[in-house]
T-cell receptor, first 112, second 116 residues
Framework: DVKVTQSSRYLVKRTGEKVFLECVQD?????MFWYRQDPGLGLRLIYF???????EKGDIPEGYSVSREKKERFSLILESASTNQTSMYLC???????????FGSGTRLTVV | AQTVTQSQPEMSVQEAETVTLSCTYD???????LFWYKQPPSRQMILVIR??????QNATENRFSVNFQKAAKSFSLKISDSQLGDTAMYFC?????????????FGQGTILTVHP
């Protein structure tokens, strides 16, 4: 089975800290995504990457950046964490040969 | 831009009964895909069912089926013979068929509780 692993299940950070959320997939997928999940808003796309070093903004990129230096790893960076970035963050990868998406188990980030 | 709307924040059903979750979407595209995902308390997103817009036949996966009304832009999920393990958050999602790199647009989600 394809696996998408997010490095932390729960994370607590202080306002102003630089935060790294890591995501690793093990099936050579080209496309990777970062979503933010909030109650009543569903999942919203922050950034995605369609290949190594290639990235595009999603619907809510403000306050975030990403890095994809290797195909298997897609990192989400909160440059200066703020309390309104307290949320669940989900990473996903997609097999372009079919329609399959695989999601990680999420990182619940609390910024205090 | 595409939008997906789930108007039912919460639903509940008795075990063994049938429940229908609603989803509407808005797009000017003609080639697209629709999905229902399940997110149990473990948080792992699980694909329940997928529908290609060019297919007129409604998709079915065991106890799960959809009612796809393309003209009305409606994509509801019917769960028959509900089981306790169906308790989860359900998301409707949309993806265009072009060079969108597979970006999914999600609805707000519906929390389904199955009661014994």
């Amino acid at each position: 089975d394809v696996k998408v692993t997010q490095s932390s299940r729960y994370l607590v950070k202080r306002t102003g800290e630089k935060v790294f959320l890591e995501c690793v997939q093990d099936m050579d997928h080209e496309n990777m995504f970062w979503y933010r999940q909030d109650p009543g808003l569903g999942l919203r796309l922050i950034y995605f990457s369609y290949d190594v070093k290639m990235k595009e903004k999603g619907d809510i990129p403000e306050g975030y950046s990403v890095s994809r230096e290797k195909k298997e790893r897609f990192s989400l960076i909160l440059e200066s964490a703020s309390t309104n970035q307290t949320s669940m963050y989900l990473c996903a990868s997609r097999d372009t040969a079919n329609y399959g998406y695989t999601f990680g188990s999420g990182t619940r980030l609390t910024v205090v | 831009a595409q939008t997906v709307t789930q108007s039912q924040p919460e639903m509940s059903v008795q075990e063994a009964e049938t429940v229908t979750l609603s989803c509407t979407y808005d797009t000017s595209e003609n080639n697209y895909y629709l999905f229902w995902y399940k997110q149990p308390p473990s948080r792992q997103m699980i694909l329940v069912i997928r529908q290609e817009a060019y297919k007129q036949q409604n998709a079915t996966e065991n106890r799960f089926s959809v009612n796809f009304q393309k003209a009305a832009k409606s994509f509801s999920l019917k769960i028959s013979d509900s089981q306790l393990g169906d308790t989860a958050m359900y998301f409707c999602a949309f993806r265009t068929g072009g060079t969108s790199y597979g970006k999914l647009t999600f609805g707000q989600g519906t929390i389904l509780t199955v009661h014994p």
